[in-house]
T-cell receptor, first 114, second 113 residues
């Protein structure tokens, strides 16, 4: 099993450009999450999904959109990138709600917005 | 009080030392507690869950004090390979985000030969 994979690993965007980050998991997990990690801030939840076709806002959702069309995939979109979105983005998944089960993380996407 | 607060670190210790990490959390209704480990430029990985009775896994011991809303992690006989950032993690309770996790900022540990 590959676990949780993320595409791309690195990306540089100019302000105003758009992009989509792809997360895929092969563990048949119901729950998926997108986090961002900034120096001195810790991991912050952007959006999450409790199942195929459902999404919900996390702690810092502004400027991002998500979709969960297939159970194994969770997409994070940036419609108009801003320098404040420079960060490391981690996707995670869990079999049940994150509060009762281990979350498995992908390797991360390092995004720089200039 | 911040939702999850940890020692800022960094901790620099020699091999073989015993290291203690402390963490406090603000939501008394939180039900689940974890320690994650994150190596430099890598993803976080679960180190161990923390149970009310305390639990041990080899050189690692985790304790929970619900009354004080305090979590600890003890590493005995530290190894070079223990060098990493240790994240205290607590479940969020209430509202639509019930069950989601709150991550502390982490404490960096460097074990020196």
């Amino acid at each position: 099993n590959a676990g949780v994979t993320q595409t791309p690993k690195f990306r540089v965007l100019k302000t105003g450009q758009s992009m989509t980050l792809l997360c895929a998991q092969d563990m048949n997990h119901e729950y998926m999450y997108w986090y961002r990690q900034d120096p001195g801030m810790g991991l912050r939840l952007i959006h999450y999904s409790v199942g195929e076709g459902t999404t919900a806002k996390g702690e810092v959702p502004d400027g991002y959109n998500v979709s969960r069309l297939k159970k194994q995939n969770f997409l994070l979109g940036l419609e108009s990138a801003a320098p404040s979105q420079t960060s490391v983005y981690f996707c995670a998944s869990s079999y049940v709600a994150g509060g009762t089960d281990e979350q498995y993380f992908g390797p991360g996407t390092r995004l720089t917005v200039t | 009080r911040k939702e999850v607060e940890q020692d800022p670190g960094p901790f620099n210790v020699p091999e073989g030392a015993t290291v203690a990490f402390n963490c406090t959390y603000s939501n008394s209704a939180s039900q689940s507690f974890f320690w994650y480990r994150q190596d430099c430029r890598k993803e976080p990985k679960l180190l161990m869950s923390v149970y009310s009775s305390g639990n041990e896994d080899g050189r690692f011991t985790a304790q929970l004090n619900r009354a004080s809303q305090y979590i600890s992690l003890l590493i005995r006989d530290s190894k070079l390979s223990d060098s990493a950032t240790y994240l205290c993690v607590v479940s969020r309770r209430g509202g639509g985000s019930q069950g989601n996790l709150i991550f502390g900022k982490g404490t960096k540990l460097s074990v020196k030969p």
